[in-house]
């Protein structure tokens, strides 16, 4: 599929991202093609928040995805995970895995959870990027998930090519700490990003297509 003349990935009637909702659009239904089905489910809202709560935080908003639905979550340890773990309304009901760092928080943080350790320092570090493109591969086949979520930072990026290539939904959250510039994961995955999110006003500018979703922490 081919990315719109802008160079942001633009899902086409075959592929369409369980995201839409946050757009202000009603939630479509997820179309995932196998390799003998395809396979369709509705998808539904979040339940809106009782009383007068007003909140910048829209991150309760965002659709349910389906109650089978494998979700993968991949990030670099720290406040990158702490983001990921903040879209809970998101995948706390639905199987999931995690791609992260094994440091102190991260291995506290997520005891419980289905983990797998990514190759660490990835800032300019050639020999982890390639360990971590091929354990991608790797899990993305024994995951096979309906979704992959990611708030960066490079460790997303192999992640984002190979879902893109088999046609699996994605969303880029990006980080609420980089308000005036882009950051270099977050200029590498929009192009294959189904859905790209910014917490800050701000940063809508800085990518073509983002979405403001507020601040999730």
Do not use: K
Not at 29 to 45: C, I, K, W, Y
Not at 154 to 182: K, N
Not at 190 to 196: E, K, Y
């Amino acid at each position: 599929m081919p990315p719109s003349a802008s160079g942001a990935y633009r899902p086409t009637s075959e592929w369409i991202h369980p995201f839409a909702g946050i757009l202000g659009a009603p939630p479509p239904s997820l179309t995932r093609r196998g390799d003998d089905e395809t396979r369709q489910e509705q998808l539904t809202n979040q339940p809106t928040i009782p009383g007068d709560h007003v909140s910048t935080n829209r991150s309760e908003q965002l659709p349910q995805l389906p109650a089978d639905a494998r979700v993968l979550l991949v990030g670099s340890s720290g406040g990158h995970l702490a983001q990921l773990w903040a879209l809970a309304p998101l995948w706390s009901q639905r199987q999931r895995h995690w791609v992260t760092f094994d440091t102190a928080d991260a291995v506290s943080l997520l005891r419980d959870e289905a983990v797998t350790w990514a190759f660490h320092p990835t800032t300019r570090n050639a020999v982890n990027l390639a360990r971590n493109s091929l354990q991608a591969r790797q899990v993305m086949r024994q995951v096979a998930p309906d979704v992959v979520i990611s708030s960066g930072a490079a460790v997303a990026y192999p992640y984002f090519l190979i879902a893109r290539r088999l046609g699996v939904p994605t969303l880029y959250l990006e980080v609420y700490d980089r308000v005036e510039s882009s950051t270099m994961t977050g200029r590498l995955c929009r192009p294959h990003a189904s859905v790209f999110a910014v917490q800050w006003p701000e940063q809508e500018q800085l990518y073509d297509g983002a979405v403001v979703v507020g601040a999730v922490l």
